[in-house]
């Protein structure tokens, strides 16, 4: 099974500043690899996938990079509505795999 | 406009079962797999199962291996999950989940099963 490791747990920002979460893989995933955000209460919301393509509708100052075991999700001058938990998601081989998340709470 | 609604979750005790289904709308439900993916209270999301948009092949998560079955029925746009011998770490907030080419673009709700005596 690929092993998914998120960083930071937590993040802590303010409104306006950057975000960088990071997503290592214990093996190669190829660019197989998808962002989600998920807010309480929420559908998760795919953001990126295959590494760097942003979703449908979702905003320019989320951007994705990496390939192979090293990936980055990038969220610049964040807003009020970002604040949420961000999971990476291996697809590359089964069992399809999740890392355990990034908080991102408002500082 | 995609639509994904869960139904049937509750309360169940250990070793018993249920049946959680997904009404599927807004798009051609035979031409994509379909995905179930849950979560435990204050834990991450889990994958769980998977089938092929004609259902003749079906991926599960070694933990569910036995005790749960998916399936679908494309005439009815419907998705399910039959999940029998439940545990207490089977207790989360099931999602139904329309899968692309290496990727989930569209979840539903969800829907809690809890299994507690």
């Known amino acids: 099974e690929i092993v998914l490791t998120q960083s930071p747990a937590t993040l802590s920002l303010s409104p306006g500043e950057r975000a960088t979460l990071s997503c290592r893989a214990s093996?190669?995933?190829?660019?197989?690899l998808a962002w989600y955000q998920h807010k309480p209460g929420q559908a998760p919301r795919l953001l990126i996938y295959?590494?760097?393509n942003r979703a449908t509708g979702i905003p320019a100052r989320f951007s994705g990079s990496g390939s192979g075991t090293d990936f980055t999700l990038t969220i610049i001058s964040l807003e009020p509505e970002d604040f949420a938990v961000y999971y990476c998601?291996?697809?590359?081989?089964?069992?399809?795999?999740f890392g355990q998340g990034t908080r991102l709470e408002i500082k | 406009e995609v639509q994904l609604v869960e139904s049937g979750g509750g309360l169940v005790q250990p070793g018993g079962s249920l049946r959680v289904s997904c009404a599927a709308s807004?798009?051609?439900?035979?031409?994509?797999?379909m995905s179930w993916v849950r979560q435990a209270p204050g834990k991450g999301l889990e994958w769980v199962a998977s089938?092929?948009?004609?259902?003749?092949?079906?991926f599960y998560v070694d933990s569910v291996k036995g005790r749960f079955s998916i399936s679908r029925d494309n005439a009815q746009n419907s998705l399910s999950l039959q999940m029998n011998s439940l545990r207490a770490e089977d207790t989360a907030v099931y999602y139904c989940?329309?899968?692309?080419?290496?990727?989930?673009?569209?979840w539903g709700q969800g829907t809690l099963v809890t299994v507690s005596s």
């Open positions: 989940v329309r899968d692309g080419i290496r990727l989930s673009d569209y």
């Open positions: 807004g798009f051609k439900f035979s031409s994509n797999w």
């Open positions: 089938i092929t948009d004609d259902g003749s092949q079906k």
């Open positions: 093996q190669s995933v190829s660019s197989y």
């Open positions: 295959d590494a760097s």
């Open positions: 998601q291996q697809r590359s081989d089964w069992p399809i795999t």
